[in-house]
């Protein structure tokens, strides 16, 4: 079995985000930036599932500018992916819509062709949330989003997924797409010989001109703006006047 998992190099997630001053998006030039968390998930589960024997091969990839090959290295191939493919933007700042995303990731999954694809539920700068499952009905291939647990059973992925309502379980035929949650599994973090290992790894860099894709915008970004400051906390002198804020005021009863 070969596993395809993408990763996505966006602002750490420890970072205090800023809006630029003409609102047109978020400050991310000298800003420090790590890869999507959800997708250390994805690459986690990967190699679980290489170490159980379950995948013989993994392949990393990764859409962005020319720094996308740290992620590529730091958080992919360091920690036991065999090889990666960096699809290369002219920028860093680039952007591109989840619909452009899933085209790509459906150009590189026609070029290698694996049996299963894994991401993360969604990227923490623009939490679309989308490209997995754009990505799958792309291909025509079975999904499963926001996956807790997953095992391996002959062809089928055996796999319980997070709704509002609950845990569902579903049992999906391969190939498929399945897109990671924080419950799944705990990353693991890169040893200094494998980060040295990893810069002989090979990294295949591909043009996104060559695939042939439509990048063009259909969503068109009207503002970004901070949301609004938190109000200052009021204290109350009984539970009498508590309620009759609540009512009157918040009108929250």
């Known amino acids: 079995m070969r596993a395809l998992v993408a990763v996505k190099r966006v602002i ?108 993360g539920k969604q990227a923490i700068d623009d939490d679309s949330c989308a490209t997995p499952q754009m990505l799958a009905a792309l291909l025509n291939w079975p999904q499963a989003t926001f996956i807790c647990e997953m095992e391996v059973e002959g062809k089928h992925l055996k796999i319980a997924r997070e709704t509002d309502a609950g845990v569902q379980k579903l049992k999906l035929s391969l190939p498929a797409v399945v897109s990671c949650d924080l419950r799944l599994n705990e990353p693991r973090y890169a040893k200094l010989p494998e980060i040295m290992k990893a810069k002989k790894k090979p990294l295949e860099e591909i043009a996104v001109a060559s695939l042939g894709v439509d990048l063009a915008p259909r969503l068109k970004v009207v503002e970004v703006a901070d949301p609004p400051t938190r109000a200052a906390g009021k204290k109350v002198a009984s539970v009498e006047e508590l309620v009759a804020k609540l009512k009157g005021e918040a009108k929250v009863l």
């Open 12 to 119: 750490d997630y420890t970072v205090k985000v800023r809006v630029k001053a003409d609102k047109t998006g978020v400050v991310k030039e000298n800003v420090k930036h790590s890869c999507n968390p959800f997708d250390e998930i994805a690459v986690e589960q990967a190699v679980r599932m290489k170490e159980k024997g379950l995948v013989k091969e993994i392949i990393a990839v990764s859409i962005g500018g020319p720094k996308s090959v740290d992620i590529l290295r730091g958080n992919a191939l360091a920690l036991g992916v065999d090889k990666a493919i960096h699809v290369k933007l002219a920028s860093d700042f680039d952007e591109l819509e989840p619909l452009a995303v899933a085209k790509i990731l459906k150009a590189v999954a026609d070029k290698v062709n694996p049996d299963v694809i894994l991401t």
